[in-house]
């Protein structure tokens, strides 16, 4: 199973816990990596081997769209502490960052 599916099938597993907040536009430098640049999620992903900052567009039958915003530890295929470190923003638009950022994938990693 590839990457992307792994974490989709994780998501499902969680998704009526994971927060959810609307967002007009979406913004990259705030909403994405802003998110994982605050130093409790980075102490996690430097405490747990093998967990990645991702994020995944998705586009929904409304014209809007689905982020999220996750820390998913490849190792055990698991969300990491999904309460706390999950998001789902559905927002109507992306901006110019983030749509260049996505380009025509899915999912980004961040490093």
């Known amino acids: 199973m590839s990457l992307i599916a792994d974490i989709k099938q994780a998501l499902k597993a969680v998704w009526n816990f994971i927060k959810k907040i609307f967002q007009k536009i979406l913004n990259f430098l705030k909403n994405i990596a802003g998110y994982f640049r605050q130093p409790e999620r980075i102490k996690k992903i ?3 081997p093998g967990t990645l900052a991702i994020t995944i567009k998705e ?4 014209g ?4 999220v915003n996750c820390l998913f530890n490849e190792n055990t295929g698991e969300i990491l502490d999904y309460d706390n470190d999950a998001l789902i923003i559905e927002t109507e638009s992306l901006d ?3 749509i260049s950022t996505f380009g025509s994938k899915d999912m ?3 490093k």
Do not use: H
Request: net charge negative.
């Open 59 to 62: 586009n929904l039958d409304n």
């Open 46 to 48: 430097q405490e747990n």
């Open 64 to 67: 809007n769209f689905a982020v």
């Open 108 to 110: 980004i990693i961040l």
């Open 96 to 98: 110019a960052q983030t």
